[in-house]
């Protein structure tokens, strides 16, 4: 098991950069996205294309177990837990990479034979890693971690690729949870590399960094709920 021990500001980096190379990155302040919510935004991410790349997808699980090992330490969990669906692969890949049993969480019991949320070999006690694709806030992360701690596993830390930190309420709800996420790259990364790259004029990057200032007000600007 291989540990690239970059520091977190050069995993943060090279992760946004990757996430731009593969085009998994989508601006467009002209036609904003409709969030999941019904907000608005100039950006959206497609972590799950992730996957289909696997020299970028092995270089993000070193640098997962880099920042697991240096936050919570090399011994701290006994599995890893992905959430129903977009979690799972990466649970899978991290798992491997970490030489720990793997489950993954239903968002929802499956409602027949055993009517099981979570699915594979789950040790009463065992200290879990619940792992999705991105957080935008605390969201589907505090239904999987209830599910697990229902079934007997302790689940206090979360580890996600891309962390979109512009919520404001999202640590606090985290804490209150119980929860302690660990990512690899946030909006504040993706807007430097969106600068340095030629790609994008300085007009899209303004209104990209305007959004991530006010992400409620921009969206209702821009005729989304706020």
């Known amino acids: ?4 021990f970059a520091d977190k500001k050069t995993i943060a980096k090279l992760t ?26 100039p950006v959206y991410i497609d972590c799950r294309k992730l996957i289909s790349f696997p020299r970028i997808r092995s270089a993000l699980m070193d640098f997962a177990g880099s920042v697991l090992a240096s936050d919570v330490g090399f011994e701290a969990f006994d599995s890893v837990a992905g959430g129903e669906t977009a979690g799972i692969p990466f649970a899978a890949f991290l798992a491997e990479r970490l030489a720990l049993p793997m489950q993954y969480v239903r968002k929802k019991p499956k409602g027949f034979g055993r009517n099981a949320q979570i699915e594979g070999y789950l040790k009463d006690g065992a200290n879990t890693l619940l792992v999705e694709d ?13 599910a697990l701690r229902k079934a007997g596993a302790h689940c206090e830390h979360v580890f996600v690729i891309f962390y979109y930190d512009i919520f404001k309420s999202a640590p606090a709800e985290l804490a209150e949870a119980g929860l302690t996420m660990h990512y ?25 960094e305007a959004f991530l200032n006010d992400p409620k007000g921009w969206s209702a600007a821009h005729g989304g709920t706020n």
């Open 1 to 4: 098991m291989s540990h690239s």
């Open 184 to 208: 690899l790259a946030t909006w504040w990364d993706v807007l430097e590399a969106l600068k340095q790259s030629p790609d994008y004029s300085a007009e899209t990057v303004a209104s990209v």
């Open 134 to 146: 991105l957080a935008t806030d605390g969201g589907s992360k505090f239904l999987f971690a209830d």
């Open 16 to 41: 946004a950069n990757m996430l731009l190379e593969i085009e998994a990155v989508h601006v467009n302040a002209a036609e904003p996205f409709t969030l999941t919510s019904g907000a608005k935004s």
